[in-house]
T-cell receptor, first 116, second 115 residues
């Protein structure tokens, strides 16, 4: 059974970089696409972007210029980096496996708060 | 405001049936597969339905999905208290009409209460 688990700072200061890593267990990261989705308190799910197993990335226009998603196949991990964080980036962040028009595995989600 | 529109809440008694609607446009539901997710707060969202009407292994046939035009529907029969959760629809938006929307889009979620 594939499982995803995020790790990273839960508290980020405004203007700093929000960074999260997703570790994949129970399966290989190779051959699949991987993505990040977030949900601000009381709001809808918002797609941030995804990375293919060969490294091609696609980002939501809402985050372009601020976001980088990268892959570390040797450690079965992928990461999210969001620069110039603001309070509006406070949200629960989910990492997902994006497979053939479905997100078939999700992490439990981690709340990241942007505050001084 | 979500790109896909769902009712905020539905409720029914144990053993009864509910349907949850999801409305979109030609650039998303109208041209792409729809998936449905069950989310119990504090746990990982779970894929319930994919490709409009297919169930992953382990999902009981009490859950069903359908799509017509730019709308999709999730059906749950034989309601159980364990079905209480928030249900989301999701699909890919091609960005044909609004390039800023290209990517995964989701409904605002429907909270199911089993009375």
């Amino acid at each position: 059974q594939v499982q995803l688990q995020e790790s990273g700072p839960r508290l980020v200061k405004p203007s700093e970089t929000l960074s999260l890593t997703c570790t994949v267990s129970g399966g290989s990261i190779n051959g699949y696409n991987w993505g990040w989705i977030r949900q601000s308190p009381g709001k809808e799910l918002v797609w941030i972007g995804k990375i293919a197993y060969h490294g091609h990335t696609e980002y939501s226009r809402s985050f372009e210029g601020r976001v980088t998603i990268s892959l570390d196949s040797s450690n079965n991990q992928f990461s999210l980096s969001l620069i110039s964080a603001t309070a509006a980036d406070t949200a629960v962040y989910y990492c997902v496996r994006d497979l053939d028009w479905k997100n078939d595995y999700w992490s439990q989600g981690t709340l990241v708060t942007v505050s001084s | 405001q979500s790109v896909l529109t769902q009712p905020p809440s539905v409720s029914a008694a144990p053993g009864q049936k509910v349907t949850i609607s999801c409305s979109g446009s030609s650039s998303n539901i109208g041209s792409k597969y729809v998936s449905w997710y069950q989310h119990v707060p504090g746990t990982a969202p779970k894929l319930l339905i994919y490709d409009n009407d297919k169930r992953p292994s382990g999902i009981p046939d009490r859950f069903s999905g359908s799509k017509s035009g730019t709308s999709a529907t999730l059906g749950i029969t034989g309601l159980q208290t364990g079905d209480e959760a928030v249900y989301y629809c999701g699909t890919w938006d091609t960005g044909t009409w609004d390039p800023s929307l290209r990517g995964w889009v989701f409904g605002g979620g429907t909270e199911l209460t089993v009375l």
